[in-house]
């Protein structure tokens, strides 16, 4: 076994490959910094012994895990050559290695399969591990690719799994385990990411939370099926992976052709799942693609009108969502031809002429006079059979076989990996583009894909990919369009979506109580400026519970701000509140839009702390929530994380004040005080007991 490392290091993360005599690299080390001496040690003193009953010499997890070199867990890589008899298990050998400041690229073929690999590590500014694999078939014959996922090693330490599950209306809900022997495997088959699907696979150190603890996490980023996994071996091997979940044939490789895999975007963090969360965030900030001006206040009509589209009082609305303060105003599902119900019309892209006569100009026109920006709801990719498109072109419906698919809020899949059907679609958008001056397209996608195929073969990746290129060829149209992902909610939420797209909407669920942990841990991979959050109506559309209009403003405070309420008829009153949260958000907003996101961790799991710091730790937001009645009737003092422990802050309350159990703590309500960082971070505040279901806001700003 050669010595030779190659390493990779940035913002206090280590990435240490070995090089293997004619053999693919392993990864010797994710984690913590190492520094650059002596790290050709790691070689030998990370050695395994061999146990009884083994292969004779030691096993490591290659850069890509292979079952011909002894590995017995998951393979990296499968394939299949029809009526060869070859090796079917690859081998990769003829290593060669391209470094490049913090970018590694492996290269290595296998001639007993007749494969090529290259896998990409880049290590970015703010220690964010991204990778990915390239399959190329160097042979004469076709090959099948049935998997091909990116693995990186955990160390033993690593004592617990989290990940996330969920259903419409109740996404990211967390569940954790130990890290047992065995596999943690989280497979997605609904040709969108999905509302139960894991946005990250963590293991940590036992006890790990927001601020404390070693943890590792990975996120596929892919918006088709998609796998993602923890896996543990008696051999002492444990490893977190995933990759695009491929169907039988799906992707077959002529000679020449190659493959990628989504890219795999890892995390290591010492300061618990907060630190893990930065990483992403700081990566996803440092794209060009990332917005650049303040997110808009939005006011979207779906729950305030629904499918009733009426313009004289779709302009009422609009006069008093500009009194308010709103910045963006979106006509939601209704506006096209023959569309009053969610049971016709999808895919007959123009305007309906009988309640909309004279076009959408008069709204639009209406809205941009306001002072906003006008936005519009499409699904694009989607079809009712009992449509002008279905009946012209039933064989543009994607199917599996001779007759359709179940059926999914009344509505089929447009089989965008038909030339016709594409260019159909992306002119009639396209055409809406041209004539309206549309600043926002809200981007739904109300179903999972079931039983579908193209030419005979599953058809998730193409349709997947058709998607992306559809978003890439309007943006190149009209640059400064602004999309947003929404999947019933929050069915497509992904690292890839987001490189083309501006937003996510987090839930169709707009109860602030659900909203609290939805937007918690959404807010755990994507930073809140890219998160839809909105105030709903007093009583919620999903769950009929009634709130506060300050429980509900101050939920919706952090991410992307919006309204979806019937402002008609809200009273006088609560537009006014209305205006003064809008307000409140838009002096904050750079703050909060910027800065870091912090959860505190709570004993009591009735309350929780989260806030926004800024980079420089100069200010910071915090929010106090009460969800439900605790079980001791005075609540523990807070502490707020991510100050400096050095600096003297002045702390006070911001924005209307929440409703009290019981008087508050002598501070709340008085004038600022004075508090020392170290005490505010490791000693905390005395809070009052609040109700349930209620938030305080809290303003704390570094005394010079």
């Given at each position: ?79 299949l ?31 007993d ?42 160390p033993?330490r ?98 020449g ?8 975007l ?60 709103v ?30 006569p ?69 002119d ?29 073969r599953p ?6 990919l ?18 947003e ?40 991979l ?72 912090v ?45 400096d ?12 004040p ?47």
């Open positions: 076994m050669g010595s030779d490392v190659v390493s990779l290091h940035r913002s206090g993360v280590s990435v240490v490959l070995g090089m293997r005599r004619n053999a693919l690299p392993t990864v010797l080390h994710w984690g913590a910094d190492l520094g650059e001496g002596h790290l050709d040690a790691l070689v030998t003193v990370t050695e395994p012994p061999v146990p009884h009953s083994a292969l004779d010499t030691s096993t490591r997890v290659g850069l890509l895990p292979e079952y011909a070199d002894g590995f017995a867990g998951r393979p990296g890589l499968q394939v050559r029809a009526g060869r008899g070859t090796s079917w298990s690859p081998r990769f050998r003829d290593v060669h290695v391209d470094v490049e400041a913090s970018k590694a690229a492996v290269h290595a073929t296998d001639p399969t007749g494969l090529g690999l290259t896998s990409n590590l880049v290590l970015e500014a703010s220690g964010l591990l991204r990778m990915r694999h390239r399959i190329i078939n160097l042979a004469h014959d076709p090959v099948w690719v049935l998997a091909l996922n990116t693995v990186l090693p955990v033993v690593a004592a617990e799994v989290l990940d996330l599950t969920g259903r419409w209306s109740r996404e990211r809900s967390p569940q954790r385990r130990p890290f047992y022997d065995g596999a943690v495997v989280r497979e997605s088959r609904r040709g969108r990411t999905g509302h139960d699907a894991s946005l990250l696979m963590a293991a940590g150190t036992a006890g790990f939370s927001f601020e404390t603890g070693q943890v590792w996490a990975v996120h596929v980023a892919w918006s088709g099926d998609h796998v993602t996994y923890a896996e543990r071996l008696p051999e002492g091997h444990s490893v977190l992976g995933g990759g695009e979940l491929l169907g039988p044939g799906e992707i077959e490789l002529a000679p052709e190659s493959y990628d895999s989504p890219w795999l890892a995390s290591w963090s010492d300061a618990g799942l907060n630190g893990v969360s930065a990483r992403w965030h700081d990566w996803l900030r440092s794209r060009p693609s990332h917005p650049q001006r303040p997110r808009p206040v939005v006011l979207n009509t779906w729950e305030a009108v629904y499918f009733d589209h009426d313009l004289i009082r779709l302009r009422e609305l609009a006069a008093h969502a500009a009194a308010v303060g910045e963006r105003f979106v006509l939601d599902d209704g506006w096209f031809r023959g569309r009053r119900d969610d049971l016709r019309a999808l895919g007959d892209w123009t305007v309906d002429t009988e309640t909309w004279q076009g959408l100009h008069p709204l639009a026109e209406r809205v941009r006079d306001l002072g906003m920006e006008f936005g519009l709801w499409v699904e694009p990719e989607m079809i009712n059979p009992d449509s002008e498109l279905a009946r012209a072109h039933p064989e543009w419906m994607l199917r599996g076989r001779e007759t359709l698919p179940p059926s999914w809020r009344h509505q089929q899949v447009v089989d965008l990996a038909l030339p016709p059907a594409y260019a159909f679609i992306r009639a958008l396209l055409a809406l583009l041209d004539e309206y001056d549309i600043a926002f397209l809200k981007w739904d996608h109300n179903r999972d894909l079931i039983d579908v195929a193209h030419g005979g058809a998730v990746h193409r349709q997947t058709a998607f992306y290129a559809m978003l890439e060829e309007l943006k190149r149209a009209q640059p400064g369009l602004e999309i992902s929404c999947a019933s909610g929050g069915g497509r939420v992904d690292l890839e979506v987001l490189q083309r797209t501006q937003r996510i909407w987090a839930s169709d669920c707009n109860d602030p109580l659900e909203r609290q942990l939805i937007q918690r841990w959404t807010g755990m994507v930073p809140p400026e890219l998160i839809g959050c909105h105030v709903g109506a007093p009583t919620s559309h999903t769950t009929g519970r009634t709130h506060t209009l300050g429980f509900r403003a101050s939920t919706a405070f952090f991410g992307h701000f919006g309204v979806e309420w019937d402002l008609t008829r809200a009273s006088d009153v609560d537009r006014a509140e209305l205006a003064e949260w809008i307000a409140l958000h838009k002096r904050e907003r750079e703050l909060l839009h910027c800065g870091r996101m959860v505190a961790d709570s004993a009591d799991p009735s309350m929780t702390v989260h806030g926004v710091v800024a980079i420089d730790a100069a200010t910071a937001v915090f929010a106090v929530t009460s969800l439900a009645t605790s079980t001791g009737s005075v609540p523990a003092p807070i502490r707020l994380p991510g100050l422990p050095d600096r003297t802050y002045q702390v006070e309350t911001i924005g209307q929440p409703l009290y159990s019981a008087p508050p703590a002598g501070w709340v309500g008085a004038d600022p005080i004075e508090v020392g960082g170290r005490i505010l971070l490791l000693v905390g505040l005395a809070v009052p007991a609040l109700r349930p279901e209620t938030t305080l806001l809290l303003k704390v700003t570094a005394i010079p």
